[in-house]
């Protein structure tokens, strides 16, 4: 099939990737000059395991093109994603400008029939919106649907979500768009995956009611921890028991700093603004809010219980991405945590694989705050290191050489990456989440 794509964004660019991956012809449309060179180039503005590889390939094979004129875009076919961002206003409310200059230029260029999908985060009914505004800016009175798809890509290993979805949601209003959906999507449900046919609305609040759900999920368990640190409890042990379970599963039940990122505390705010605009006060989530943001509080104050004074003191950080895998920095534990402790007249040295550039635009380099390339460097005399993002190589890390080059042997392990037995049993002061 032939595919439009609006927005090189996260989601844009691997929803263009692996519909051509999967043999369709797909046009994608980016504004921003400095992006869409790259693009070209089959390089991918942002990290994503995979991606440049499929966009090379795919490039090659003449299967995906990019353009940042939209009126190519409209006219190249009849199925149209709409994949730019909707980012959170100051309200928590978020913002659709990218969304309504998406469908007034579809309608100002579209001269047949079209499907307008939205793929990107939206608040329910947002729709109608996009109908209308199509409706009142298109010359003519052609025919056109508009559909909800919402994604369910993790950073870090969104091609493979796409490609293995637990559920693909199509939210439509004709049969002739649930025959397109279903021919789009044969690939997959010929594998087995599930395809959900619902209405646009209830598509729309699948997206914020499962993000929703998972943040709480992970504050929910942030809690047990809290809990397991005062009675001698181990929150792996909890969270296992409690995830072998079907009805709980034991995804998203790993204690530590909280979620970051550019979804879930983006999608959390907008629900509960979503819910009091419909007369609805959505309390649960903004207590999930709430115990979120203290997570990083607590394991500031903690680092103060263990150092006493924090100036000048060494403090390594091993990993500043909200999440491995990425080098997205959005909403990051990591910030307010480097943050505050670089205002105690501590010494930083920073570490992380793949998020130090985007960092370094946040916090440039300073007297008491380096970068460094290796995660050993960060250790070399430190009183303390801390770990905010468990990625891989901070997992299989050398603690015996870690410990040779610290000045204390003391680590505060937010994401429990590491065996309290083992690191303690090496001469390490550990601390981690919900762990005796
Ligand atoms: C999330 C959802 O998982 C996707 O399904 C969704 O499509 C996406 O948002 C989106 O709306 O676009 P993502 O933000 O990439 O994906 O990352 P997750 O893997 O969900 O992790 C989110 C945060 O929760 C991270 O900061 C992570 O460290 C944290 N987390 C996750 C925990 O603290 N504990 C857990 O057990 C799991």
């Not at 916090?363 to 070399?380: G, I, M, Q, R, T």
């Amino acid at each position: 099939m032939k595919i439009t794509v609006i927005g090189a964004g996260y989601v844009g660019l691997v929803t263009a990737a692996c519909f051509a991956d999967l043999g369709n012809e797909v046009m994608c449309v980016e504004k921003v000059s400095s992006k869409l060179e790259k693009l070209c180039r089959g390089i991918s503005p942002i990290y994503e395991p995979g991606l440049d590889e499929m966009l090379q390939k795919n490039i090659k094979e003449g299967r995906i093109h990019f353009t940042d004129k939209i009126e190519e875009g409209v006219n190249f076919s009849d199925v149209i994603f709409i994949c730019v961002g909707t980012p959170q206003s100051e309200s928590g409310k978020a913002d659709l400008s990218q969304v309504e200059e998406a469908a007034r230029q579809i309608a100002t260029y579209m001269d047949r029939y079209k499907l307008i999908i939205e793929k990107s985060t939206v608040p329910v009914n947002t729709h109608k919106w996009v109908k209308k505004t199509v409706k009142r800016y298109a010359k003519n009175d052609i025919e056109f649907d508009v559909a909800s798809n919402p994604e369910f890509l993790r950073e870090g290993s969104a091609i493979y979500d796409f490609m293995n979805p637990d559920r693909i949601v199509v939210g439509v209003e004709s049969e002739k768009a649930k025959q397109i959906f279903q021919q789009l999507y044969k690939p997959f449900t010929d594998k087995g995956y599930p395809l959900l046919i619902t209405t646009p609305q209830a598509a729309e609040l699948i997206k914020h009611a499962s993000n929703s759900f998972l943040a709480m999920k992970i504050s929910y368990i942030n809690m047990v921890a809290d809990l397991c640190e005062k009675v001698g409890a181990d929150i792996n042990e909890v969270a296992d028991g409690m995830g072998y379970d079907k009805r709980i599963g034991r995804a998203f039940l790993n204690a530590g700093l909280g979620y970051g990122g550019s979804c879930f505390p983006k999608d959390v705010k907008a629900f509960v603004k979503i819910a009091e605009d419909n007369g609805i006060d959505f309390s649960l989530l903004k207590e999930v809010e709430k115990i979120n943001q203290r997570r990083r509080e607590k394991v500031i104050e903690l680092i103060e219980d263990i150092l006493w004074i924090n100036k000048d003191k060494n403090i390594a950080i091993w990993g500043l991405a909200f999440k491995p895998d990425t080098d997205d920095i959005r909403e990051a534990p990591s910030i307010d945590i480097v943050k505050s402790l670089s205002q105690t007249g501590a010494n930083l040295r920073l570490y992380d694989p793949k998020a130090m550039d985007n960092y370094k635009q946040l916090f440039p380099e300073s007297d008491n705050l380096k970068y460094v390339d290796d995660k050993y460097d960060a250790v070399k005399d430190a009183d303390i290191l801390v770990i905010i993002t468990e990625w891989k190589e901070f997992k299989e890390a050398d603690l015996s050489r870690v410990k040779s080059l610290m000045r204390l042997p003391i680590i505060v392990d937010g994401r429990n990456i590491y065996d309290p037995k083992s690191v303690r049993d090496l001469g390490f002061e550990y601390y981690s989440i919900g762990r005796p």
